[in-house]
């Protein structure tokens, strides 16, 4: 199971300060697996990345995911019980070999496309697009490598708006992790919605605690012992712990 050290987290926190997430996980998942040059790794599909993700994730810190949502109704807040370990379970995981450059057909009532999956690199051009509208054109044109209907070539921005939907469909067959919805009903007042999990969003919450949360245990020990941050961050978990322990008086 791949995990990362004490020092891999203070390392990444430190050097994605003001990144995206995208750039991100990939530094997260290129410490992982060093063996992967960080051009593959962020042309990995989005379901593939974030499988890895919940990998890292839970080698890491372990299957307990910390989710909260408020319900868009009403503001009332809602703990969601998921692990690492039910998302990972999830049917539809693209195999190892999986990439962004391999090609997906989408071939029913004469409509012919041919198409790649999204990367998080679509994904973040997306979220800069002036609205929905134009983030759903936006992802059209760099996913869509041909078009066709009934024989005729079709330029993908003159897909109509059934066609895209048939095209964002047939995305979601293709990779079925990449847009991972939670059906949720509000306990205070029965309002029933769907919120997506953002794995990377969610590493980088628990990246910043952690890193935080490591920092203020060097800071004490350095303070009461007088260590090297680096001779701290070589002690096990649990060492750290009774060493803090002792320093408390505990």
Do not use: K
Not at 2 to 26: F, H, I, K, P, Y
Not at 30 to 44: I, N, Q, T, V, Y
């Amino acid at each position: 199971m791949s995990s990362l050290s004490t020092g891999d987290l203070l390392q990444v926190w430190e050097a994605t300060a003001g990144a995206g997430a995208t750039e991100r996980a990939v530094a997260l998942l290129a410490r992982a697996w060093p063996e992967r040059s960080p051009e593959s790794l962020a042309a990995l599909p989005l379901g593939r990345r974030d499988h890895l993700l919940l990998e890292l994730y839970r080698g890491t810190f372990g299957a307990d995911l910390d989710l909260f949502v408020r319900c868009p109704a009403c503001g009332e807040g809602l703990e969601l019980d998921v692990t690492a370990d039910d998302l990972l379970a999830r049917p539809g995981e693209p195999g190892e070999e999986a990439e962004a450059d391999a090609v997906h057909e989408l071939d029913a009532d004469g409509l012919l496309i041919r198409f790649r999956l999204p990367t998080g690199a679509d994904v973040d051009a997306a979220t800069r697009a002036a609205g929905p509208a134009e983030a759903r054109a936006l992802l059209v044109e760099r996913l869509v490598l041909a078009a066709r209907r009934d024989g005729v070539g079709v330029d993908p921005a003159e897909l109509d708006e059934s066609e895209q939907t048939r095209l964002a469909e047939s995305l979601a067959a293709a990779d079925p992790r990449a847009e991972m919805l939670f059906d949720l009903d509000c306990h205070a007042c029965r309002h029933p919605w769907q919120t997506l999990f953002d794995v990377a969003e969610c590493f980088e919450h628990q990246l910043a605690t952690a890193s935080r949360h490591l920092l203020r245990e060097v800071h004490a020990l350095a303070r009461g012992y007088g260590w090297r941050e680096a001779d701290i961050l070589a002690l096990s978990e649990p060492r750290r712990r009774v060493y803090l322990e002792m320093l408390n008086g505990e």
